[in-house]
């Protein structure tokens, strides 16, 4: 029961970040999803920072959960435990995001920048690899269904990562980046949606399990009276072919 909740979490936790960026920008005014960042959201002085972090905090939570449930799920497949891990490690380092936010794009232009927006990019240097970790290691640890979907999702995620690069530092200069938001939001869905996979895969997995292992009882006993019966049987048998001779 405590692994399915854990699991379970993995689902909430993109279906809450699908949902902060949805609804959260509607709260800010002049904000465009198609040409700006996830981060300037919770960028400092923006209207959308505290709201934000909060629910990214809740996110981050939920994801360290669904890490855990991954490696109680794992037993003996050592690349679902490696998953498991990776995202207990990306979820830990989720909560130390607020400690490292970015400035608005024109603060950063005028050269307000400072050692936060610095941290800021460490962190998205070291989640991007936790992601694409966990994912190679997750195609290892199923079929060749789930495989070949992972590899495909990694390869998405590379794409959209390069050209999120490539438009990335028209946020520095505060120049025009029309695309840079759907690149970006692209990238990070494949990522969401493949930890929904991930967690309805290893739920019905439970499911399946916990219907082996746990049979019904009346079944068990009548197949325990029933071989005490043969048991009994074969015994007389043996005595009475022993007497007879």
């Known amino acids: 029961m405590k692994r399915k909740i854990l699991l379970i979490c993995g689902i909430l936790s993109s279906l809450l970040y699908i949902a902060m960026n949805v609804f959260i920008p509607l709260l800010y005014e002049g904000y465009n999803s198609a040409s700006q960042t996830v981060s300037e ?5 923006a209207p959308t920072r505290t709201l934000w ?19 109680l799920s794992a037993r003996d497949n050592h690349s679902l435990r490696v998953v498991g891990i990776l995202l207990i490690i990306y979820g830990i380092v989720g909560i130390f995001w607020p400690l490292g936010p970015m400035h608005r794009r024109e603060v950063l232009a005028g050269g307000g920048g400072n050692l936060s927006d610095i941290m800021h990019i460490v962190f998205t240097m070291i989640t991007v690899p936790l992601m694409l970790l966990a994912m190679g290691f997750g195609a ?22 390069v050209l999120t690069g490539v438009d990335a530092p028209g946020v520095q200069t505060n120049s025009p980046t029309p695309l840079l938001g759907v690149w970006e939001r692209i990238m990070i869905g494949v990522y969401l ?53």
């Not at 959201?41 to 002085?45: E, F, R, T, V, Y």
């Not at 972090?53 to 490696?71: E, R």
């Open 193 to 245: 949606v493949w930890v929904i996979v991930l967690g309805v895969i290893l739920l019905r997995s439970e499911k399946r399990q916990g219907s082996i292992s746990s049979p019904n009882p009346r079944e068990d006993l009548h197949t325990a009276e029933a071989i005490n019966f043969r048991t009994d049987c074969a015994n007389d048998n043996l005595k009475s072919i022993t007497s007879n001779r």
């Open 53 to 71: 972090v909060v629910l990214g905090t809740v996110y981050t939570l939920l994801v360290t959960a669904f890490g855990w449930g991954v490696w």
């Open 41 to 45: 959201l919770s960028a400092i002085d």
């Open 140 to 161: 290892a640890a199923f079929g060749k269904q789930f495989r070949f979907y992972s590899i495909a999702t990694i390869l998405i995620l590379l794409v959209f990562g």
